[in-house]
């Protein structure tokens, strides 16, 4: 029988083929110093630059979480006042939005994969992508100075008018890191759209590119088409701020739900910015551990393109109580139906994938299921928003921090962990603890569930959300959820462990650990400066399996 | 609907024990309906789930390469599979979405309205002024039966009114009347929440809904007037009328060319542009705020705003006495 524990092994003693005892010449040691690191251009070191910064951002809004979810374990809230509380939950939500989930796959994975996976030798703009980083941490500057300047209490929303007149907090400084934020992402995804365009591997065509390619281009479509959006919201908002120009404030004359439209118009979108290259990831990992092309490649690659498409109708979902016309409600929820539809077919077609293939317990292929289930209970609660009624309950509670959870730590962080362990042998040229990966994947999942599940029940039983404090038959809930909260940080803290110690520690990785398909694999690990010795060139599809 | 729902489900009534709950108390006609739709939700994603399980669980436990059962029957019909998985989810989607907009319709734009309340959110209290005059906060007392409405603004930020057991919300958006009608059918108490964050305090925002029988509300709505004017809220309004030197313009003797009032409410006012529009509480509260916005026919744009002049309920107490006068009335001249 094929053991899962010995097919790992087998898997990584295979081929010792690129192993050398000497360190080869590769993209970590073909420059030393800082500076050569802050002045890089190489889009694999510029990934690092990126999976450093934002693992930073991901600390401190975690950080915030917890406190958080420590101080809900009692009704009125003891550890903190409310105004600290709303400064924390508006800290977690911008640096985890802005500077954790949309970038995280796009520029560490996909700055590191995208010119690797196409035969290239590097992005389309390369300085363009250094510059993108310089902007990422100007942009993080501003947040960060906003937060301990005082902080921002407008929660990563911003409403208004209590974010452009009434709020006290510095939140000019905070919507201007947001405003350069969006630079940074539009960089990173014309650059993406050029690179795919222009730099494929002779004989790549499109219906041959990994499903990675196809959701990064997507996204970055996605990206480059409504992040001017959320540019234009948050300056109107600085300068209703700072100039009391009537915009959004009735008072001056404004109306406020201009606001939700332009806000919600970027962030619908932005979900599946978030999303979509989750899904990349996913079906590159089920793919990889099934050993099978992935089943309908083309209806998952034009589903991606549908999401992207069909993401930009359905801003208004946001808004069902908001006082918009009753008939836009009408139009908005049918719309949102529609989009659930490409999802449903994906998450069919991995399970089918996995059912023709043969499946490798691997921990990328745990993070993968683990995504599946969560990324499902997301999508359907999805649903129970969309229809206008419950909408009209729920909206604004527990049960909808619960479902976007779902959807975006479930769905999107998972995604993420389970690529960053997938390709980091070829990343690091180290294979981390496999048992170790199992374990850290598991307690996520279990901790993850443990943590928002009961704040559906929350949600539903009528407890809003951004309450700092809150009645009392509400607690047990909120001690579980705390409880798993716990568990889910344990859960993180693993994975962080025990790949800074496969560094050191960890096994040399070979070329290709997994046996997959793939551009990336062909070459060495970590690979080259220049990514091949000489440009592959490509004669079959993608997930070319044959055993 | 839905009156056969398990009663274990449901907790007790009584406020001052809160017991865990899993369920929300149900206390308006709307709540059984919307329980009804939330219930056929968790029944679809329960099965979807289920066979989620079923195909990991086949393709993790069953992993030796399947090219003999399943997979190879998959594989034969993988566009007969991929149509089943797009059309059948898109059919249950129509019908949640049909349902789901009903109701929505139902409570957002009923045929009928009912007794109508002034709700006025500011940070962070909630002001009630009844038309009989009674005012209170953070409290709202209403008989069982019959259908409410509530006018709800805003002096400031958006709030969003939200009474779980009732299953309704709505935001408050400054600057508007927005208008929420539901009937309770079960008296107690329930909890009333603001939903919208609003700042510091938004989670102390909050209050109860008493929900009474009829004579009991009426014999309320007299009692404990201590400490309050004992006026109607149109009574009070008419004060306002002439404190504000609104009556200095539109009394018919005036000096001013102003339209006269009485009967303007609710009829149907020809404006300067040729358009015409249905004087709602909503063009009433546009004439005094932005008197600007619509003009009336044959008259200039000389009435000044009172925006920043008055507060939210004195808008509710000249509306009311607006609305409380027909066009016979003599009111506005003979005072
Ligand atoms: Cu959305
Ligand atoms: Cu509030």
């Not at chain 1, 994969?113 to 942009?139: E, I």
């Not at chain 1, 693993?494 to 997994?514: C, E, M, Q, R, T």
């Amino acid at each position: 029988m094929d053991n899962s524990a010995n097919s790992q092994h087998h898997l990584v003693n295979d081929p010792p083929e690129n192993v050398a005892e000497e360190p080869q010449e590769n993209y970590l040691n073909e420059g030393k110093g800082l500076m050569s690191w802050l002045t890089t251009t190489d889009h694999k070191r510029i990934g690092i630059l990126y999976l450093l910064t934002i693992t930073f951002f991901f600390c401190i809004a975690a950080f915030a979480a917890a406190i958080m979810r420590a101080d809900l374990t009692t009704p009125q809230g003891d550890l903190v006042i409310s105004e600290t509380y709303n400064k924390l939950f508006t800290v977690h939500g911008v640096l985890m939005i802005w500077f954790f989930l949309v970038p995280s796959i796009p520029t560490v994975l996909g700055n590191f994969l995208v010119p690797l996976m196409l035969g290239a030798k590097d992005v389309a703009f390369p300085r363009l992508n250094l510059a993108s980083w310089y902007v990422f941490v100007a942009a993080g500057v501003f947040t960060l100075y906003a937060m301990v300047a005082g902080g921002v209490d407008t929660g990563w929303t911003f409403y208004t008018p209590y974010s452009s007149t009434y709020s006290n907090g510095h939140v000019i400084s905070m919507a201007m890191g947001i405003f350069i934020a969006g630079f940074s992402s539009i960089f990173t995804g014309v650059n993406f759209i050029a690179t795919i365009h222009k730099m494929r591997a002779p004989g790549l065509t499109w219906m041959r590119l990994p499903l990675f390619i196809w959701s990064l281009y997507a996204t970055s479509i996605v990206i480059v088409l409504a992040t001017p959006v959320l540019a234009i919201s948050m300056f109107l908002v600085m300068v209703e701020r700072l100039f009391g120009v009537g915009i959004f404030d009735p008072a001056l004359g404004g109306d406020p739900l201009l606001f939700q439209h332009l806000f919600w118009f970027y962030s619908h979108p932005a979900v599946y910015i978030m999303i979509l290259p989750g899904f990349g990831a996913i079906s590159e990992i089920i793919a990889t551990f099934s050993r099978h092309r992935v089943y309908g490649y083309s209806v998952v690659a034009f589903s991606s393109l549908s999401i992207a498409v069909l993401g930009f109708l359905v801003w208004g979902h946001h808004m069902f109580v908001s006082s918009q016309s009753v008939y836009a409600g009408l139009v908005f929820s049918l719309l949102s139906f529609l989009v659930a539809v490409p999802s449903a077919i994906k998450v069919f077609n991995w399970s089918v994938t996995m059912i023709l293939g043969r499946v490798q317990f691997t921990t990328p292929l745990l993070y993968a299921v683990g995504f599946l289930g969560l990324f499902t209970i997301g999508g359907l609660t999805g649903l129970f928003l969309a229809t206008l009624a419950v909408d009209v309950h729920v909206h604004d509670t527990y049960f909808v921090v619960a479902h976007f959870h779902y959807i975006m730590v479930g769905g999107m962080v998972m995604g993420y962990l389970g690529g960053l362990h997938l390709w980091w042998p070829k990343i690091t040229g180290r294979m981390y603890h496999e048992w170790w990966g199992r374990i850290g994947a598991t307690l996520i999942f279990i901790g993850f569930n443990l943590t928002f599940f009961p704040q559906f029940i929350l949600g539903y039983l009528g407890m809003p959300r951004r309450y700092h404090t809150y009645p009392p038959e509400f607690q047990f809930l909120n001690v579980v959820s705390t409880a798993g909260a716990t568990i889910l940080g344990l859960g993180y803290l693993l994975p962080f462990i025990y790949l800074i110690v496969s560094l050191k520690k960890g096994k040399k990785a070979p070329d290709n650990p997994w046996r997959a398909t793939g551009l990336e694999w062909t070459t060495s690990s970590p690979p080259p400066k220049h990514n091949f010795e000489q440009t592959p060139t490509v004669n079959e599809e993608a997930y070319a399996y044959k055993d | 609907m839905l009156s056969h729902f398990p009663q274990f489900l449901l907790a007790q009534t009584d406020a001052d024990a809160p017991a865990l709950r899993f369920w929300p108390e149900r206390a308006s006609d709307m709540a059984g309906h919307v329980d009804a739709v939330f219930i056929g939700l968790m029944v679809m994603s329960a099965l979807i789930v289920l066979l989620l399980l079923v195909l990991l669980g086949y393709a993790l436990f069953n992993y030796k390469r399947d090219d003999r059962g399943l997979g190879l029957w998959i594989a034969k019909s993988r566009w007969k599979l991929e149509t089943t998985w797009s059309v059948i989810p898109f059919l249950v989607f129509l019908g949640l979405f049909a349902i789901g907009a009903k109701l929505y319709i139902d409570s957002y734009d009923p045929t009928e309205e009912g007794r109508e309340i002034n709700v006025v959110g500011r940070q962070w209290m909630w002001q009630i002024y009844h038309p009989e005059g009674k005012m209170e906060h953070d409290q709202l007392h209403i008989p069982v039966g019959e259908p409410i409405t509530l006018v709800l603004s805003s002096e400031d930020v958006i709030h969003s009114f939200y009474v779980p057991a009732f299953r309704v919300k709505r935001d408050v958006v400054p600057g508007k009347y927005v208008r929420l009608t539901f009937t309770a059918n079960k008296t107690g108490r329930f909890h009333f929440f603001c939903a919208e964050y609003c700042g510091t305090n938004h989670s102390q925002m909050d209050g109860w809904v008493t929900v009474m029988e009829p004579e009991a509300y009426a014999e309320w709505l007299q009692q404990d007037m201590s400490g309050q004017d004992h006026l109607t809220l149109a009574e009070r309004g008419r004060e306002i009328f002439h404190a504000q030197g609104c009556s200095g313009c539109h009394e018919p003797d005036s000096t001013v060319h102003a339209p006269r009032l009485a009967g303007v409410a609710g009829s149907r006012i020809a404006l300067q542009d040729g358009g015409f529009v249905t004087a709602d509480s909503g063009y009433l509260r546009d004439s005094i705020l932005l008197p600007g916005k619509d003009i009336v026919a044959g008259f200039q744009n000389v009435m000044p705003s009172y925006q920043g002049q008055i507060d939210e309920g004195q808008i509710a107490a000249l509306i009311a006495y607006l609305q409380s006068l027909d066009s016979e009335d003599s009111d506005v001249s003979t005072r």
